[in-house]
């Protein structure tokens, strides 16, 4: 068969139209005036591309990769294809079909599955071998800009009487190496978190609703558990990690609003096992601290009948934890155990003062 | 930009010009016939390919990724017809992997000090700061020589000469000329990189011409940095139109002279509605707007001159094609161009 070809040579920016001979033993290239130009072994012959729409397929050599012949006939292509096998690597061949497509999007979910699940395995060694510089820097900036705005309580007497609790409950931790600093910032809401390099933030709302320092405690003890598990350098490593593969996994996909959506759907909040290790350290940290578990229980009680059982919550920091019930039930085990409070009675009442004193300036939050 | 552009009528015959004729006309008007840039791509194969690509990518954690752009790029280098020839994008995915791979330990180098360093040392990390800016520039640099010497049309490669590192410095150069001057000085730095960049371009063994004579973006500038405040930076992209335009208008080479007059209000319409398409579709949209990207560089740039002319004398270059590309460019997550 004679088909109209054109060829470019790789040398010259000249096109030349051909007529292309296909025989079994090879393709011949004629130029426009009948004379042979070339004779192409089948064997050597490369498909570049595929004829597609109104676009000619498009050949080369194995031997000299630089001509290109360009033919539009579809008889053509289907002879070569039949006679010559061959493809070069990188042709754009598309195996595009819907079951495929389906195929290939089911792996990748099962992939991302296995990431989701696999990769807060990875950050907790890796938490661990975090040097204490980097975990103290990082924490501090947390501190910083969740304190934007408010006070840091400073009340001499309230400071001592929470600096102390503090230690006596570290004091009672299972690994007392391990550094906190508790600090109360202004207003509410309802809560605390711990930063990474054991930076504890209490707000003053918690100590002002807190029904006795026992409760208190029992907030703290369990803080203290989250920086003695490490679950907050933890929760930066997995927000970190999973922001850098999810960003390297859509690849093509450059929006960096789709990324972030991602990795905070991801990493809020600690998982569940997290928070009931942090409860059953700070249960074991009062027991030995020889104060009553109990704060934890009534506090947490207490919020229940406030605010039903978590889950649903108003309030965000007890949405990630176990539902509450759980948590009850778990700690009422523990009931029977009496301690002495957890602070004198002056030492409450200065601590719930501890923000009383608005001498500190603000300009201390500020720079930090 | 400069009205002095002679009346530029719609292109004669799109698809297959120039043939043989003489290149008369004025002095200054140098009217060849012109020869519009066609682009047929289809946004549903794109979004195909896109598509499965991203699925690849996911399974392979981003490994994938430099194959499934190569296929990208190469699908719409095909769909650019001039003068009656498709482009064709030759490179590989295999040759993007490895340059990546031997880019990552200088990009480890230059970051992991940023992590590692206590923050108070604070010359340490400025320091690297403008190294990082530095290596952005050379790895742009890096990377459009790469995509050049991988894009063909007639089987004639392209080429961009000159070196990276110096380019580096001339871009950290007038970068902090710009701080000093808070950006007043812009169009001194635009003309300058520009020229060092469009002048290195080469088509086969024929140097590419950067010579604006007469044009000139201070208008542009100055009412766009005027109004930068106000407009909360939107002006800008009237600057950006502006800058299109001079850098395509003042190039030419082989006697083909670039023309592109897109406006700004052309542009911002591009990009909003590119905006547009990814939010409301979470990302999904993004082939739509690679589609819209190509038509508009479709829509707005053509050649100007005899083209069978300049054919005859273009010869391939002998120029090496480096074995392997953009490997800084990909590491440092950059992605210029429009391929």
Redesign the interface.
Same mark, same amino acid.
């Given at each position: 068969m004679s088909v109209p070809g054109r060829y470019f040579d790789g040398q010259t920016a000249q096109p030349q139209a051909v007529t292309v001979h296909f025989t079994k033993q090879g393709v011949r290239l004629d130029d426009a005036s009948g004379v042979i130009m070339a004779r192409w072994l089948l064997i050597d012959v490369r498909i570049l591309e595929d004829p597609e729409d109104d676009r000619p397929a498009v050949y080369t050599l194995e031997s000299n990769p630089a001509v290109r012949l360009q033919v539009s006939d579809r008889a053509f292509h289907r002879n070569l294809i039949r006679y010559a096998p061959l493809s070069a690597p990188g042709r754009a061949t598309l195996s595009l079909s819907l079951p495929a497509l389906a195929g290939w999007c089911a792996a990748a979910a099962v992939v991302v599955a296995l990431v989701a699940w696999g990769y807060p395995k990875l950050s907790r060694p890796v938490a661990h071998a975090i040097p204490d510089g980097w975990r103290n820097s990082i924490g501090e900036q947390v501190v910083t800009e969740m304190g934007r705005g408010k006070t840091e309580c400073a009340a001499p007497e309230g400071l001592a009487a929470l600096t102390s609790l503090s230690e006596r409950l570290l004091a009672a931790a299972p690994d007392p190496t391990e550094q906190v600093h508790v600090r109360v910032y202004s207003g509410g809401p309802v809560n605390a978190f711990a930063a990474p390099g054991g930076e504890l933030v209490m707000f003053e709302d918690l100590i002002t609703k807190a029904d006795g320092p026992d409760e208190v405690a029992g907030v703290l003890a369990h803080e203290i558990g989250h920086a003695i598990h490490r679950h907050p350098t933890q929760g930066v490593v997995n927000a970190v990690g999973m922001s850098v593969i999810v960003q390297f996994m859509l690849g093509g996909l450059k929006s960096d609003s789709v990324t972030t959506a991602a990795t905070q759907l991801y990493t809020m909040g600690y998982s569940r096992d997290a928070e009931r290790e942090a409860d059953q350290t700070g249960a074991a940290m009062m027991r030995r601290a020889g104060i009553s578990p109990n704060g934890m229980t009534t506090f947490f009680q207490r919020i229940q009948e406030r605010y039903g059982d978590g889950d649903e919550g108003v309030m965000g920091y007890f949405s990630s934890h176990p539902s509450l019930s759980e948590r009850i039930d778990t700690l009422s085990e523990q009931a029977e155990f009496t301690g002495r409070p957890a602070l004198a009675d002056a030492e409450w009442q200065a601590l719930r003062a501890i923000c009383a004193d608005e001498t500190v300036e603000e300009s201390e939050l500020q720079e930090p | 930009m400069t009205g002095h552009d002679d009346d530029r009528q719609t292109p004669p015959e799109p698809g297959h010009a120039g043939r043989g004729q003489s290149l008369m006309g004025g002095a200054n008007a140098a009217s060849g016939p012109i020869h519009s840039l066609s682009y047929?791509g289809?946004a549903g194969r794109i979004f195909?390919? #896109?598509?499965?690509?991203?699925?690849?990518?996911?399974?392979t954690? $981003?490994i994938?990724?430099f194959w $499934?752009? +190569?296929?990208?790029r @190469?699908?719409l280098a095909?769909s650019f017809t001039l003068s009656?020839?498709?482009f064709?994008y030759t490179g +590989?995915?295999k040759e993007l992997f490895f340059g990546f791979l031997k880019a990552l330990p200088l990009i480890i180098a230059v970051y992991a000090p940023l992590?590692?360093w206590?923050?108070d040392l604070y010359p340490v990390t400025n320091f690297i700061f403008i190294l990082i800016v530095y290596l952005f520039s050379v790895a742009i640099y890096a990377a459009l020589r790469y995509r050049l010497t991988r894009t063909q #049309? @007639? %089987?004639?490669r392209g080429y961009l000469g000159g070196s990276a590192f110096r380019y580096g410095f001339i871009v950290m150069g007038y970068g902090l000329l710009n701080i000093l001057t808070l950006g007043l000085l812009i169009p001194v730095s635009d003309r300058a990189t520009l020229t060092y960049k469009m002048g290195n371009v080469w088509f $086969?063994n024929v140097q590419g011409r950067f010579d604006p004579g007469s044009r000139s973006l201070w208008s542009s500038h100055l009412i766009t940095w005027f109004l930068a405040l106000p407009t909360l930076g939107i002006s800008r992209i009237w600057y950006a139109a502006a800058v299109f335009r001079y850098q395509m208008n003042s190039f030419s080479i082989a006697g083909i002279r670039l023309r592109a007059e897109p406006t700004g209000g052309q542009l911002s319409w591009l990009l909003f509605g590119n905006f547009l398409i990814?939010?409301f579709t979470? %990302?999904l949209g993004?082939p739509f707007t690679i589609q819209r990207n190509m038509n508009y560089v479709a829509r707005h740039v053509a050649f100007d001159g005899d083209i069978a002319a300049?054919?005859?004398r273009?010869?391939?270059s002998n120029e090496e094609l480096g074995s392997s590309g953009e490997g800084l460019e990909g590491a440092l997550?950059v992605?210029s161009g429009i391929f």
């Open positions: - | 047929d289809r195909a390919i #896109w598509l499965l690509n991203l699925a690849l990518n996911v399974v954690i $981003g994938y990724s $499934g752009k +190569t296929r990208i @190469r699908y095909r009656g020839d498709r064709e +590989t995915g992590v590692i206590p923050p #049309w @007639r %089987g004639i $086969g990814v939010v979470l %990302g993004t300049a054919a005859a273009i010869q391939q997550g992605d």
